[in-house]
């Protein structure tokens, strides 16, 4: 069975790499979002044309990575959400509740610090981890039913 992955969230830390590299050898196609973060703010006005209001600027941007966005989740068969500890990340809790609202499996990726301003959004996960490698162990749980050594 192959199992389709969507890494959403924060793309400050090599937290995706970790995943990706630590599932190798298991059947996972992984997508997500666009991590240049300069080019998926500036996605919609280098394509659509400038804007001299943020506002306008930023939801150019946001539309056009939606669309990316939604195919991912939509297609998934597992949703990871990563909360980082630097900036508030309102898109990867928007994320999570599209995924959630689908009836997609969840699970959400974050430290301690985070845990009471993320208790709905867990309550909604099927897991909540605090490391990118007990991700990877429950992909490898979920794929072949084996246990951490």
């Known amino acids: 069975m192959t199992l389709h992955v ?17 599932a190798a050898g298991l059947d996972v196609v992984f997508t997500g979002p666009v ?19 943020k506002f306008w600027h930023d939801r150019k941007g946001a539309q056009l990575n939606a669309i990316r966005t939604r195919k991912g989740i939509e297609e998934a068969d597992v949703v ?11 898109n990867a809790a928007f994320d999570a509740g599209y995924a959630a609202a689908l009836g997609k499996s969840l699970v959400i990726l974050h430290g301690d610090d985070h845990a009471h301003a993320l208790k709905e959004v867990d309550a909604a996960a099927l ?8 991700v990877v162990q429950i992909l490898r749980y979920v794929l072949t039913g084996s246990l951490p050594e």
């Open 35 to 53: 991590t240049d973060h300069a080019a998926s703010d500036d996605c919609g006005v280098a394509i659509l044309g400038g804007e001299e209001n």
């Open 6 to 22: 969507y890494l959403s969230g924060e793309i400050h830390t090599d937290w995706r790499d970790q995943i990706i590299d630590g």
């Open 127 to 134: 897991a909540v981890a605090q490391e990118p490698a007990q």
């Open 80 to 90: 990871v959400v990563r909360f980082g500890d630097q900036y508030k990340q309102w």
